[in-house]
């Protein structure tokens, strides 16, 4: 039995191995050594990565797959450092952008879409939850683009819709230069983490989640007939993680508040896009749409009758044909270089 991840203690039926397997890679699989983002630790510096791969290629004779795709990354910028100490035909990049078109010219650097594999092999927890409120927006760790969004919208939230604004995480640099004062930022931060109703907390900043909580991955803001995404954004990602995922699981209308060109991604794969309120712009543009979205009295009945998009979009998110288009870049060029 290989490793899931070299020098690491543990094994997982999601690791990036289980998931060659599962798109039938297995023979390509075993050529490879694949090595967890967070154990590299390329934040601070390449001395580590290139140890690891140095040794892990001397111990195995396997190919080394960085996999860097599960959190936003300057995966570029990595790859250049490390391409001053390693041949850079002699390993491979998981680029976090999952447009195919950002790594076009590295021949040994492409898009994973290890979290659909996650969502999709994780099926079961969104399903069978009844739409029983209006407009769901869950933001997991507290960032300047979604707290922004959640005090614009404030005056139209309703006891019909599920929001959760955690205080989770390094709020404060999160926030764009000349956004906001010191004394500003201080004030947003202290007035989380905010609850539409109570009974929706799921993490209350200081380490306590309520027992009867059900957890994310089943959590009742996907109860909601709409979904407003809160990807991680910059100015040079797309990454699509389990925020967007959960909400096509989910059965819900969609909004994409995050890169500014998720939208576009989405409909390069085949996704039907509610162009009504989930059009490209900025996140100044966007608020207006949403903000003009809550002040509407037919929410469940805009759900009911976009129903045929939303099944199709149900459908293509389980697909494995989904899967295999985002992964097939990367699958061709790691068959080249070891070719």
Known sequence: ???????????????????????????????????????????????????????????????????????????????RELCEHLDPTSFFVFHPDIRKEVSDEFANMAPWPSWLFYQQKNKDFQLGQPKQYRVGFLSGSSRYHRIKLFRDIHPYITRRDVVVINKIGDFHHSVPKHKLTSEEMEIWWQELPYSSRPEFYDYTGSGNTPPDNMGSNNHVAYTACVNITGETCNDYQVLLSEKTWKAYQSQCLVINFGPSQTTTTLKSFGFEIWDQFDQVGSHSYKTQLIMAMLQRDDIEHLYYQHLPMIQHNFELFNSKVLLEKIAEPALNKLKNLLA
């Open 1 to 79: 039995m290989l490793e899931h991840y070299w020098d690491r203690d543990w094994d997982s039926a999601i690791s990036h191995r289980s998931q060659f397997e599962y798109l039938d890679q297995h023979t390509l699989s075993n050529q490879l050594i694949f090595f967890d983002d967070a154990h590299l630790q390329l934040n601070h510096g390449c001395d580590r990565a290139v140890s690891m791969i140095t040794q892990a290629v001397a111990a195995t004779g396997r190919f080394p797959v960085l996999c860097l795709d599960g959190n936003p990354h300057p995966a570029e910028r990595y790859y």
